[in-house]
């Protein structure tokens, strides 16, 4: 059981007011960390990625579908696995109701994997979605953007520009993940 403090109206309210400021000021800072993360430089994308989609073989510029901007979510899905990952799959669900938006907002989307395409459409009818997937199978664009990881590149440690993450661990075994 937990325990509470209490206290009479006037002291609530006058945390209540008190902690208001404080979420002000928390949006304040996101705002700016918005602004900033929106003024990072861009870079050209030079390199010719194919992709394996429902239509068929695809460029990253047949994935904007004619939208200026293309919403991609790494989707962790590898060669091997089984099934997708399970925190993907929950934030997958909401994926279908959100694309429609998204392309009223000259936004288009697509989930990205490794697994071939056969394997994420399976999964895909399985669990009765419709979003658009594709299979960078045999394309290097997920180790080019940095969502996925050679093996060895997981036993060295993986470099960031903030920081250094050690080799991903499953079970405690010490295998490494590789998506």
């Known amino acids: 059981m937990t325990n509470h403090k209490t206290g009479t109206r006037e002291e609530w309210l006058a945390s209540r007011l008190e902690l208001l400021n404080a979420e002000k000021e928390l949006t304040r800072q996101g705002d700016e960390v918005a602004r900033q993360r929106q003024e990072l430089p861009w870079v050209r994308v030079d390199k010719d990625y194919e992709?394996?989609?429902?239509?068929?073989?695809?460029?990253?510029?047949?994935?904007?579908?004619?939208?200026?901007?293309?919403?991609?979510?790494?989707?962790?899905?590898?060669?091997?696995?089984?099934?997708?990952?399970?925190?993907?799959?929950?934030?997958?669900?909401?994926?279908?109701?959100?694309?429609?938006?998204?392309?009223?907002?000259?936004?288009?989307?697509?989930?990205?994997?490794?697994?071939?395409?056969?394997?994420?459409?399976?999964?895909?009818?399985?669990?009765?979605?419709?979003?658009?997937?594709?299979?960078s199978n045999e394309s290097d664009f997920n180790f080019d953007f940095n969502v996925s990881f050679t093996e060895e590149q997981q036993r060295a440690g993986i470099e960031y520009n903030y920081r250094r993450e050690p080799a991903f661990i499953i079970n405690g075994i010490g295998d490494a993940l590789t998506t």
Not at 51 to 64: C, I, M, N, V, W
Not at 99 to 126: C, E, G, M, W
């Open 51 to 135: 992709f394996d989609t429902d239509e068929g073989t695809a460029s990253l510029a047949d994935l904007f579908k004619g939208r200026s901007q293309l919403l991609v979510y790494h989707f962790m899905f590898g060669p091997d696995y089984t099934a997708g990952c399970p925190n993907c799959s929950a934030i997958a669900e909401v994926f279908d109701g959100m694309v429609v938006h998204l392309a009223n907002h000259d936004v288009a989307f697509s989930a990205i994997s490794r697994a071939p395409l056969a394997k994420l459409q399976a999964y895909k009818k399985r669990l009765e979605w419709t979003f658009p997937w594709a299979s």
